[in-house]
Every structure is written in C-alpha cells, then in structure tokens.
C-alpha cells in the first residue's frame, strides 16, 4: 500500500502547490518616482526629495511590512502631488499606498489623516469628514486633525461648524496652517482686511521658499486683488517667485494682473508658462479667457475644449472609482458655460449640488447656470444660499446683482453690480462684461 500512498502525496502536495502558485494574490506593486522636468528639476531640494523617496523604496523592497516607511512614502507622493500638479498619478499612489497601512494598522492616526486629506483633494468630501472624524476618536488633542475637519466642513457648507473646529486649531497650534484656515472663514464670512491680516501671518510663520509658504503667500496676494489692491497682489507673486523660481501659482497670479491691466499678450505668456511647469486645468480655463480676449478665438476654442476633457476624464475615473478620482462636476458647470452649452452646464452643478446642496460656493454655480439660461426666479432662489455667510467676492456680488435686475429689483441690483465692478472688475470677464452691459443699458 506504501507504494501507492507515497505517490498519491506527492500529486496532492502538487496540487496543493499549484493552486497556491495560481491562486495567490500578488502582492501589491509599489509606485514609483516620477522625474521632474523643467524648472520642478533645479534646486537642491528635488535632489533632496528624490534621495528621500528612494530611500524609503528601498527600505520597502527589503522589508515590505515597514509600515512606517510605507507611511512615509505616501506622504511624500502627496507633496508631490502639489508640487508637480500630478495628482492623478501620485494622489493613486499614495492612496494605494495608505490603504495598505490601514489594513495592517487600523488605528494608525496619520494614515487615516492623510486618507482624509486625500479625500478633500479629490473632492470627495463627505468621505474625507467621515474618515477626519475617525481619526478625531483616536487623538482628539492634535491639531492638524482639526485642520481636516475646518476644511470638510467647509467644503459641505458647514460654516458654524467649520469654525469651531478651526477656533480648536489655532488653540492647538497656532501656525501656517491654522492661520490659513482662519483667513479662509473670515472671506467666506465677509471679512476681507480680517482674511488678508491672517493670511499674511500665515505667510510670516513658514519657511520662505518652501512650497506651502509661496502656496500661502500666492493666496494672500489673490486675497489683495479680491480687495481691489493689485498693486500689493503684485508685490507679493513677485515675493513667491524670488523665493520659489518657477512656481507656477505665482506665474499664473503674475497673469491675472497683466490681464487685469488689459495686456493679454503677457498675461498669456504666464499662463503658458505655469501650464508647463505643472499639470492645472485652471491655467487652461484662464487661457479659454484670455486668447478670447486677446482676439484669438480658435485658440480660446481649442483650450475651452481641452479643459472639458481634462474635467471630463478626473470625473469619469471618479465615478468609476469610489475611492480616487477627482468630482469636477462644478469646475465643468462652468467650463460647458463657456462653450455655450447650457443642458450640460445644468447636469453638472446638479450633480454638485446633489452631493452638497449646503455649500455657497455651490449654490452660485447653481444661480450663475441658470441665470445663463434665462430662468432668474430659480436662479435667486440658490443666489439667497450663496450669500447667506455675507461673503463680499466681488463675483458673487455682481453676479447677485444681475440676478436681482432681471427681476425688477434694479435699485438693489444695480447697487451690487457697480460696486463690484468698482472693486475688482478684472476678477471675471464674463460676469465683468455682463454687468457692463446691463448698467449701460439704463
């Protein structure tokens, strides 16, 4: 009988290691680094990024339970995220990334930090609240979790409660971030000098050159030109550029003041050349803007269709994929406004306001595709939500003005509307030219 039971093992252990070889899961691939190119490549600190990055590479090829280091390499494709503008890459990345230290480590803070922070980037909201609370459970004495909730909250029109949380914040740690936050809430609430005086010790309090600071301090020069200073919002793109060479935020703000100034030949020029650094379907929706007004329509066309395909593809992969993607439903409200095609206009901030009918932000999309559409009275009714924090956007402003004249409140409406084109006219052609047009036809 031995004679057969000892052949009969061995097909079984063969099987046995078949099935194994087959059916195993492999283990996840980890992602690699990207080259940067272009002025992203000069500088010590790429040289700096890159050593560290492949640092941690190799400490996952030799011991691919380090979750330390798995961690760590997921914050670093982050950053590079930003830096680069590659998120559909690097968010991916990284996102894989913390899945698999979440499945070993369930209660780890950070990753659960940064899986929140993942979320918000990739406008998935109410998952990155969710995701943000869990991690408040576990440490609820760290600031930078309140930072994540402050942005959630606002990003679904939870103003009230946005505020505490960023109150907690600055109690916790009173830094960049935290002042950031707090310029943020004073602007939605109104409060512009209020906005500029947190934003400029938000720029004072981090490193100069690094990429947050010159983030910050691009966001305290857009804050001057929301207040109708562009000399200052000047000033301060200059400062980012001199700190941080190439960056393409303040290329892109060196823009808006050329264009402001009505030279749209060199505000084209900043515009192309932050298209390059970095990958923003924001430069190329400015571009739709001003080769229109530059007198270049087939240009404007073209990149008018480039940003709807760019849109197009983060929220098809969005809804393909619960987890990444980015929802650009309201960023293509807008860019089918500009290729005057309305129904898909409507679709789209549907879906956005669908997904959070609290936000302002949201309801002037709503208000502003509807008012293109002739319907005014449905139009006002989103507008009274947008307005409801007493936000002073000079766009939101004219654009609620030009609301309210089209229903016969002209003394209102006209009242709004010059004093938005008073403040910053240059924010917005199309709502500029709108208002314009209605005030000369008194």
Request: net charge neutral; with cysteine.
């Amino acid at each position: 009988m031995k004679k057969y039971l000892y052949p009969a093992l061995l097909v079984v252990f063969g099987l046995l290691a078949a099935a194994i070889f087959v059916f195993k899961k492999p283990a996840p691939r980890t992602p690699e680094l990207k080259m940067r190119h272009g002025d992203l490549a000069a500088g010590g600190e790429w040289l700096n990024t890159k050593a560290a990055i492949e640092g941690l590479l190799a400490k996952l090829r030799t011991n691919p339970n380090d979750q330390k280091s798995r961690l760590l390499l997921a914050q670093a494709y982050m950053q590079e995220a930003r830096v680069t503008g590659d998120h559909p890459y690097y968010d991916g990345a990284a996102m894989g990334l913390l899945e698999e230290v979440v499945q070993a480590e369930p209660e780890n803070f950070e990753a659960l930090c940064c899986k929140a922070s993942l979320c918000l980037t990739q406008h998935h909201f109410a998952q990155g609240l969710g995701i943000a609370q869990q991690a408040q459970k576990i440490n609820p004495n760290s600031g930078f979790v309140y930072g994540l909730l402050t942005d959630a909250n606002v990003e679904m029109g939870h103003y009230d409660e946005a505020v505490k949380m960023a109150d907690k914040m600055n109690a916790l740690r009173p830094d960049l971030a935290s002042y950031a936050r707090a310029s943020y809430l004073r602007e939605i609430y109104g409060d512009v000098p209020g906005a500029i005086q947190a934003m400029d010790m938000a720029a004072k309090a981090g490193y100069i050159g690094l990429e947050q600071t010159e983030w910050t301090r691009v966001a305290l020069g857009h804050l001057y030109e929301v207040s109708g200073d562009t000399a200052s919002a000047h000033g301060h793109y200059l400062m980012a550029l001199a700190a941080r060479p190439g960056y393409a935020y303040a290329l892109a703000g060196l823009g808006r003041i050329a264009a402001a100034r009505k030279d749209y030949a060199t505000a084209i020029k900043y515009y192309q050349q932050a298209r390059v650094t970095v990958k923003d379907y924001a430069f190329t929706d400015e571009l739709t803007d001003l080769y229109r007004l530059n007198g270049q329509p087939a240009e404007s066309k073209k990149m008018a269709a480039e940003s709807i395909d760019m849109l197009a593809s983060a929220a098809q992969e969005a809804d393909d994929n619960e987890q990444m993607g980015h929802y650009a439903d309201r960023e293509l409200a807008y860019a089918y406004l500009k290729t005057n095609e309305l129904d898909k206009a409507l679709e789209h901030a549907k879906i956005e306001y669908d997904r959070r009918p609290d936000n302002i932000d949201v309801n002037e999309t709503m208000a502003w595709v509807l008012y293109k559409r002739g319907q005014y009275a449905d139009a006002q009714k989103y507008m009274q939500v947008a307005r409801r924090t007493g936000s002073k956007n000079p766009v939101l402003l004219c654009r609620a003005g030009l609301i309210l004249t089209k229903l016969g409140k002209t003394t209102e409406g006209q009242a709004l509307i010059e004093s938005s084109l008073k403040t910053a006219p240059y924010l917005n052609p199309d709502v500029e030219a709108e208002g314009k047009k209605l005030l000369a036809a008194r």
